[in-house]
């Protein structure tokens, strides 16, 4: 009898915890607008983990299709009641106004400059613009690898500290490298029909190609036909007060953090 009390007892703490724990590993992703399928899902929560792990962070994906209040409020507090570290960022998709935002937490906020996090948006934003999702977040995760491990270093991607995407160095050889061998193929062909064409003989004046008599200038007028305005552009101080970094807010909860965000 006693067994078969304890086997009801497990049984029952299984029932209860297991869900629990698998609820408490899926809440990286709450996708309350219903943007992402669930193999998109896996994959993304995938790389969410082997992030964390990496940084010892918290990364949040939340969407929804509307908010009551601002972004940053909304995203700020979801954070901050939802249990998650103190380390972390949180990205929120809006669907009622087509907008983005990150929040940033704990050592987050410094690896994540302002210039960062706009920079991060507006390489995400056209892929959310084309109703691409997952390929947004995929591309999110992709930046936010890149950013953290600057970060790591102690020199975070800022103004005066830009990012430069990855693949830029292997589209400027590929680039070059089909300009050469355009050049090359061009320079070529066009040596071959120069010597194709060499079968007259350069004469010293312009008479030699006139016929007696057929050309002669017999009245010149000058006439005004138009004018050519060049106008340059004065550039506008466009300095800005920030000279980099990440500014800070305190949420409701009294937490600080940093952020920004965009539309789509």
């Given at each position: 009898m006693k067994k078969i009390v304890l086997s009801f007892v497990f049984f029952l703490l299984v029932s209860f915890v297991c869900p629990v724990f698998a609820q408490a590993q899926s809440e990286r992703i709450i996708d309350n607008a219903g943007l992402l399928s669930s193999s998109e899902e896996a994959e993304l929560a995938d790389l969410i983990s082997g992030l964390e792990k990496k940084?010892?962070?918290?990364?949040?994906?939340?969407?929804?299709?509307?908010?009551?209040?601002?972004?940053?409020?909304?995203?700020?507090?979801?954070?901050?009641?939802?249990?998650?570290?103190?380390?972390?960022?949180?990205?929120?998709?809006?669907?009622?106004?087509?907008?983005?935002?990150?929040?940033?937490?704990?050592?987050?906020?410094?690896?994540?400059?302002?210039?960062?996090?706009?920079?991060?948006?507006?390489?995400?934003?056209?892929?959310f613009s084309d109703g691409e999702y997952a390929d947004g977040f995929f591309l999110y995760l992709d930046c936010l690898d890149q950013f953290f491990k600057q970060g790591?270093?102690?020199?975070?991607?800022?103004?005066?500290?830009?990012?430069?995407?990855?693949?830029?160095?292997?589209?400027?050889?590929?680039?070059?490298?089909?300009?050469?061998?355009?050049?090359?193929?061009?320079?070529?062909?066009?040596?071959?029909?120069?010597?194709?064409?060499?079968?007259?003989?350069?004469?010293?004046?312009?008479?030699?190609?006139?016929?007696?008599?057929?050309?002669?200038?017999?009245?010149?007028h000058d006439r005004?036909?138009?004018?050519?305005?060049?106008?340059?552009?004065i550039p506008r101080d466009t300095d800005t007060s920030s000279g980099g970094g990440s500014s800070t807010h305190t949420s409701s909860s009294g937490s600080s953090h940093g952020g920004g965000g965009g539309h789509f």
């Open positions: 940084y010892g962070v918290n990364l949040v994906l939340l969407t929804e299709n509307r908010i009551s209040g601002t972004a940053v409020t909304y995203a700020d507090d979801y954070y901050d009641e939802h249990g998650y570290s103190q380390d972390g960022v949180l990205l929120l998709i809006n669907m009622q106004r087509r907008e983005w935002y990150i929040s940033t937490a704990g050592k987050c906020i410094g690896w994540l400059t302002d210039y960062g996090i706009q920079k991060i948006g507006d390489m995400m934003a056209p892929s790591e270093k102690g020199a975070p991607y800022d103004v005066n500290h830009v990012y430069k995407h990855r693949t830029a160095f292997g589209f400027t050889i590929i680039f070059f490298g089909s300009l050469l061998v355009g050049l090359l193929v061009a320079f070529l062909v066009l040596s071959a029909m120069k010597r194709k064409m060499k079968t007259a003989v350069l004469q010293p004046a312009a008479n030699e190609y006139l016929k007696d008599r057929q050309f002669q200038i017999t009245d010149h005004f036909l138009y004018s050519t305005v060049t106008k340059t552009e």
